[in-house]
């Protein structure tokens, strides 16, 4: 991909304009130069930078149909840096900076490769902004079969050269696969060899040259699948989910292929895609591994894996889920163990006031239900684990029931149900409280039957630790009401409340400085003075976070501790919000788009992130106030 030199002599030169786009718009007669004057002048009031095409498009003065239009016209017109700028996925002090290192190779290097090889942005990412924009289709030649007919009207080495590949034919049209499709000198050979009829696409580059080496070496050796081959790439995806730290692999069967996704930081990203074919290989070497049913494929069935990582020297333990699509079976494995070690409960990110008081007035009280609650994926049972640990001692009996055991702690008695043969969570619960336990682990909630007996073993002397799915810190006690456990024994049982999420932490390597914009404060419900002192941060992307912006995640904690007005709040069957009002009033409860707001503040978080995953029920209190009651310095 080139920034310069990628024109032939004939053809006129590229628009120079800082905004580039909006000239061609103008020009295809999209847009007038009253709507042009009048979007700069929005352009320029906005508290954070936008590009004009964003600003265009918020408008309404253009849509992304005409935007795509205008750019497939004008191709010849257009330089990639310049595109990827205008278009606000490059910054132009990296493209200044790229087209230097360019000069160093006296032209023989594409801008696009150097993009990519310095880490100014993702190669995935600038072909799919590619081709989202200019309405290309991008192809993954690893599991396309190219025409090899095609191939024969073409020398390899003009394709090696051009970094080009013919694909199909669609009609009276070729498909041709580029790897920079605004290189217009590359279009001209290809139109010279094969004709005018073309229709352009977008593949990576490097999939480009190994589909060219593999025609170079032999073209006619089928792909090779055999067991063997299969048992190598399950290990290599492992592997590789480990090096990612995933906590979740997706392996799912779609219409044309086999899509593997990954979850990082919580956020669903794409790894990588195999031949349909190999599905069903796949599918039954990993039920061999779970040891699930081989023969069954039509009811969805569970199973575990337990994989001794060589790379990494670690045991990975992994629940795997077969779940029955209209493609084949779907695979999702969680990993279980890939962390190594628990966290210590200093270490989970509470706040130094709120940890005081969890510490004090919840794991040091010697009875009652301590609750820990928030929707999957949101810590819980590492914070639960963290309390575990941080309660067990020689004089202490910990008993635990599970489903399954997801960390071995020393010291503790642990018991992961199996209901295959026989071990069911109410049969186990019944025993527990034979085993003369001080504190009990209940890995969750689920139904009227483990509510209540959590609460039956706090009014017999225990302490119980539990998870539960809600939405914060009141929806826990809400739920339990639900479940029919009266409300005096909810009062006089549940000692505290935790609501937690997990949020993106920005990466400390791209961080940059951001201003909440008008429409952010709004969405929160506070004004510019309620954040004085914030300095909130958003990532750029770089290589040290895959180009996402983040890097690991920052826990956001509610902490509800039930005092006597809280109590008589839930005797009295208040609603929630009267609920959470006396508890900000009289127990020092912040919630958690508070606590999220005092991390963004600290450029831990990003102010996206504040909003679209954490609940607002309610104006948050001023920045100073938060700082203060938590005992956040600035």
């Known amino acids: 991909m080139t920034q310069a030199n990628t024109m032939s002599p004939a053809t006129p030169p590229p628009i120079e304009s800082t905004d580039l786009i909006s000239a061609l718009l103008m020009k295809d007669g999209v847009i007038d130069e009253q709507q042009l004057s009048y979007a700069t002048r929005v352009r320029s009031k906005l508290s954070t ?4 095409m964003d600003t265009l498009l918020d408008l309404g003065y253009v849509t992304q149909e005409q935007l795509q239009k205008t750019l497939r016209n004008n191709q010849m017109n257009i330089r990639l840096g310049d595109l990827l700028v205008e278009l606000g996925y490059l910054r132009d002090a990296d493209l200044q900076q790229a087209l230097g290192i360019q000069k160093e190779y006296l032209g023989k290097k594409r801008l696009g490769e150097i993009l990519v090889e310095r880490g100014f942005i993702e190669e995935r990412r600038l072909l799919e902004t590619l081709a989202y924009q200019l309405g290309y289709p991008l192809i993954e030649l ?40 605004l290189d217009q000198r590359a279009q001209d050979v290809a139109r010279k060899i094969l004709g005018q009829g073309l229709k352009i696409a977008i593949a990576p580059r490097e999939s480009i040259l190994e589909n060219l080496t593999a025609l170079e070496r032999t073209s006619s050796q089928p792909a090779i699948s055999d067991e063997s081959t299969i048992i190598g790439m399950i290990n290599t995806l492992f592997e590789e989910a480990i090096e990612e730290c995933a906590s979740d692999i997706h392996i799912e069967p779609m219409k044309d292929r086999l899509r593997i996704r990954l979850r990082c930081d919580g956020v669903m990203q794409q790894h990588k895609d195999f031949p349909k074919e190999l599905a069903a290989q796949f599918t039954s070497r990993i039920k061999v591994m779970a040891q699930a049913d081989i023969a069954e494929r039509r009811r969805h069935q569970d199973g575990r894996i337990l994989f001794a990582s060589a790379k990494h020297g670690i045991n990975l333990d992994m629940r795997v889920s077969f779940f029955i699509t209209i493609y084949g079976e779907k695979i999702v494995l969680r990993l279980l163990n890939n962390k190594g070690t628990l966290l210590d409960i200093r270490e989970i990110g509470m706040a130094p006031r709120m940890l005081e ?3 004090y007035e919840a794991l040091e009280v010697p009875t009652g239900v301590m609750i820990i609650t928030g929707p999957t994926g949101s810590g819980k049972t590492s914070t639960m684990y963290s309390c575990v640990n941080f309660l067990n001692n020689i004089n202490t009996s910990i008993i635990t029931a599970e489903d399954p055991v997801e960390y071995i702690i020393d010291g503790i008695t642990q018991c992961s149900i199996n209901p295959k043969i026989g ?4 049969e186990t619960l019944r025993h527990i409280v034979r085993q003369d336990p001080d504190i009990i682990v209940l890995g969750e909630i689920r139904d009227h039957f483990s509510a209540e007996t959590a609460i039956q073993a706090a009014l017999t002397g225990h302490k119980v630790l539990t998870t539960f799915h809600t939405e914060d810190s009141i929806g826990g006690l809400i739920r339990l009401m639900n479940m029919e456990i009266e409300a005096f024994l909810i009062s006089s049982t549940v000692v505290c409340v935790v609501a937690q999420r997990l949020l993106r932490r920005v990466c400390p390597d791209c961080a940059e400085a951001y201003i ?9 419900g506070v004004s510019p003075n309620d954040l004085v002192g914030a300095e909130f941060k958003i990532g750029r992307g770089c290589k040290s976070c895959r180009f996402s912006g983040y890097r690991g995640r920052v826990g956001i904690f509610e902490l509800l501790v039930m005092n006597e007005m809280v109590k008589n709040a839930i005797l009295n069957n208040k609603s929630s919000y009267d609920i959470r009002r006396i508890s900000i009033e009289t127990s020092g409860m912040v919630t958690l788009v508070e606590d999220g707001l005092v991390k963004g503040a600290q450029g ?20 100073g106030e938060l700082r203060r009651i938590l005992g956040v310095t600035q």
Do not use: W, Y
């Not at 599991?143 to 970094?163: G, M, Q, W, Y």
């Not at 909440?516 to 929160?524: E, G, W």
């Not at 831990?604 to 920045?623: A, N, Y």
């Open 49 to 52: 930078q936008r590009t004009m």
């Open 142 to 181: 690893s599991f396309v079969t190219l025409d090899r007919s095609l191939l024969a009207s073409i020398p390899l080495n003009v394709c090696r050269e051009h970094k080009f590949v013919p694909v199909k034919r669609e009609g009276d049209a070729i498909v041709l696969a580029f790897s920079d499709p």
């Open 357 to 359: 008081h969890f510490i």
């Open 423 to 426: 071990v069911t969570f109410e």
């Open 516 to 524: 909440p914009t008008p429409l952010d404060l709004s969405r929160l």
């Open 604 to 623: 831990l978080v990003s102010m996206k992130e504040i909003i679209t995953d954490l609940p607002r029920l309610g104006k948050p209190r001023p920045l």
